[in-house]
C-alpha cells in the first residue's frame, strides 16, 4: 500500500510541475505575443520598416496602445497568481504593468507633446527599443521563473 500511495505522490508531483511549466508557457508565450502585436502595430505606421509590413496611414493603430491596457492587465494578474500558487518571487511579475505604462507614456507624449505625424519616427523607434527590452525582460523572467519552479518541486 505505501509503494501505491508513494507513486502518487510523485505522479501528483510531477502533474503539478507540468501544469505550472504549461501556465508559465502560456503567460509569457501571450506577453510576447501582445509585445510582438506592439511591434507589427508599430512598423505599419513607418514606409521603410524592420519587419516590411505594409504602410497604414490612417492613424488607427493608434488605439491599440489604449486597447490592449485589459490584456496586459489579464496577464499581469494571471502572472501574479502563478506567482504566488508556486511560490516564485513576486516582484517580477510587476514588470508586465511597466512595460504596458512605457508604451502608454511613450504614446501621450508623442500625442500630446510632439503631435503625431510629426512624432511618426518617435513612437517608431521607441516602441521597438521598448519592445527589445520588454522581450529581454520576460525572457530573463521565464528563464528565472523555469528555475524557482525546479527548486519548489524538489
Known amino acids: 500500500m505505501n509503494l501505491v500511495m508513494e507513486r502518487f505522490i510523485k505522479y501528483k508531483s510531477e502533474m503539478g510541475r507540468i ?6 508557457t ?32 490612417s492613424g488607427m493603430q493608434l ?19 502563478h506567482s504566488y500558487y508556486y511560490n516564485l518571487r513576486k516582484s517580477l511579475t510587476s514588470g508586465i504593468v511597466f512595460i504596458w505604462l512605457s508604451y502608454f507614456i511613450l504614446i501621450l507624449y508623442v500625442d500630446l507633446v510632439v503631435h503625431y505625424p510629426t512624432g511618426n519616427d518617435l513612437l517608431y ?3 521597438l527599443t521598448i519592445s527589445v527590452i520588454a522581450i529581454f525582460y520576460i525572457l530573463y523572467l521565464t528563464y528565472y521563473q523555469v528555475i524557482n519552479l525546479n527548486k519548489f518541486q524538489k
Open 19 to 24: 501544469f505550472a511549466l504549461f501556465s508559465l
Open 26 to 57: 502560456v503567460i509569457n508565450g501571450s506577453l510576447l505575443y501582445l509585445i510582438y502585436l506592439y511591434i507589427t502595430v508599430a512598423c505599419s505606421m513607418k514606409v521603410d520598416n524592420i519587419l516590411h509590413i505594409p504602410y497604414e496611414p
Open 63 to 81: 488605439f491599440f496602445y489604449f486597447i490592449s491596457f485589459p490584456f496586459f492587465m489579464i496577464i499581469a494578474t494571471l502572472s501574479v497568481l
Open 125 to 127: 523607434y521607441g516602441t
